[in-house]
């Protein structure tokens, strides 16, 4: 029994587990992972793993949107995480719109404001 993903899934389930996980980070706001957390950095994790899945489960290049590199890629925030609305669902920050794949040294760039994309 296949999830739309690919992913096997339980019998009577209607996603997979990994699907599941995407589900339960996506329909909440950036607020309930902030609140849940009292480091503002590790309420950042799930955000943060949950944009890699969005981003790896589309077809969008899997290569650093500058230079082309493809060994390791780092998923980046087109728009910061904090510049949003607190109410705002992660399913939302997390859109492929939202979100490129750079290389590490353009991803670091790119949040001090050295590149644009």
């Known amino acids: 029994n ?3 993903c ?3 899934k339980l019998k009577k389930a209607t996603v997979c587990s990994k699907c599941k996980g995407i ?12 609140d849940r957390y009292t480091d503002w950095w590790n309420s950042r994790v ?3 793993k949950h944009a890699r899945r969005v981003y790896n489960k589309s077809d969008k290049p899997k290569e650093c949107l500058v230079c082309g590199y493809n060994t390791h890629i780092q998923v980046c ?3 910061a995480v904090a510049d949003f609305n607190e109410n705002t669902l992660i399913k939302e920050i997390n859109s492929l ?9 353009h991803h ?4 001090h404001g050295l590149i644009t994309i």
């Open 23 to 34: 589900n339960l980070v996506e329909n909440k706001t950036y607020k309930q992972f902030k």
């Open 46 to 48: 799930p955000i943060a």
């Open 97 to 105: 719109d939202n979100l490129v794949a750079l290389c590490p040294n």
């Open 108 to 111: 670091w760039e790119y949040d």
């Open 77 to 79: 925030h087109i728009k």
């Open 6 to 8: 690919g992913e096997l």
């Open 2 to 4: 296949e999830c739309d």
